[in-house]
């Protein structure tokens, strides 16, 4: 039985080695791809590695396409929507997990129908509502819609629901009100799950494309997707340049990713797991 459990633990971790490539292995083009002359990028069969590397496109990047504007727009972004949007969907979830109101079944329910709508289909609506705000071709046009979340209440709702009642009537009885025991006590004890959902949030609104694509028209207010995007050509694409791009951009969120890694685990595994 020790031959066989050891046979198998052996297929197991060849299997995670051979997904483990198949998953990096376009990063890793994308990232040498970034280092290669024009020619090489377009260069039929495909050439892996550069003949040598250059590190021109990364300057020409920002010298040509105005980068760090695209930058600065798209951390005003992610900060504006996720910050508010792990907050206030963290008192959404306290509310539905502790605080008993008239027809509280029945929002969360049609919270959770709305949550079944596919974006696309709000689109034009949303798109009316930031017209008449006065909000097209604005950053905060962007930030408005990206705030409220019925995902991230319900994500984090069952976390707190897996908390022990224990603790909020001890502190009832002791003469703490709703704020003083969401901050004190609901908010630390849910920080890893706090810290997966803005992980997610943070990827979400740096990667987004479709709605800042369909609200700005203004190049100083375009974000890195919408930049990025628009280095593809009518008529010819600069690979290499694409790539470069891409792999700048990608930077933020795998540093965002290995510092809240553990976090972000432990927010995934514990969610919905009852105490």
């Excluded at 504006?80 to 008993?100: E, K, L, N, T, W």
């Excluded at 008239?102 to 949303?126: E, G, S, T």
């Amino acid at each position: 039985m020790a031959g066989q459990d050891r046979i198998i633990k052996g297929f197991v971790i060849i299997l995670l080695l051979l997904l483990a490539v198949v998953t990096t292995m376009p990063f890793v083009w994308m990232v040498l791809t970034g280092f290669k002359t024009e020619i090489e990028a377009m260069r039929i069969p495909m050439q892996f590695w550069p003949d040598q590397f250059n590190f021109d496109n990364f300057g020409e990047i920002f010298t040509r396409f105005n980068f760090l504007t695209f930058y600065a727009n798209t951390l005003l972004v992610t900060v504006g929507i996720s910050v508010p949007q792990v907050f206030i969907s963290a008192m959404a979830a306290y509310a539905f997990a502790r605080i008993d109101f008239p027809f509280k079944n029945v929002i969360f329910i049609c919270l959770m129908v709305a949550l079944m709508i596919p974006l696309q289909m709000i689109l034009v609506p949303r798109f009316v509502i930031m017209m008449r705000l006065g909000l097209i071709d604005s950053l905060w046009g962007v930030i408005a819609p990206g705030i409220p979340s019925v995902f991230a209440t319900f994500f984090i709702r069952q976390s707190i629901m897996s908390i022990p009642r224990e603790l909020d009537e001890s502190a009832y009885m002791d003469g703490c009100t709703h704020p003083r025991i969401f901050w004190s006590i609901i908010l630390p004890l849910c920080a890893s799950t706090l810290a997966a959902m803005g992980i997610l949030v943070v990827t979400f609104a740096w990667n987004n494309l479709l709605w800042p694509l369909i609200i700005l028209n203004s190049n100083s207010n375009f974000t890195l997707a919408i930049g990025i995007a628009n280095l593809r050509g009518q008529h010819a694409t600069p690979f290499n340049l694409l790539m470069a791009a891409a792999t700048i951009s990608t930077i933020p969120i795998i540093l965002v990713f290995l510092l809240g890694q553990r976090y972000f685990l432990e927010g995934i595994t514990t969610t919905g797991s009852k105490s």
